[in-house]
């Protein structure tokens, strides 16, 4: 699976791509029922790419076995991490171009 970075610190947001993968690499072969399973629950098709898709198929992971579980709650760490971390990126940026225009220095007195 190819991660395209595409936020800040170069991180993306997890999808439901990823949760797959994640938990291909835990349960190998045995994953596709889990995941049939995760995607009912969740009710999913597996091809949404919203936030919100993720999100849902968190709470389904982490009501499911504790493996599971601790892969939901990686990812839920993941994607609040990233939604976190892109505010203050904004917030940066905004900052950083408010005191790049011309003008008289913030905070300075004049006289």
Known sequence: MTVV????????????????????????AGTEPLWADLLRTAQLSGRETDPESLDRLVAAMLAADPVTALC??????RAATFVRLTAVHDLIRARERELDQPGPVPGAEQG
């Open 5 to 28: 970075h595409t936020g800040p610190y170069e991180m993306s947001r997890p999808d439901l791509a990823e949760a797959r993968d994640s938990l291909h690499r835990l349960y190998g």
């Open 72 to 77: 939901g709650r990686s990812l839920a760490i």
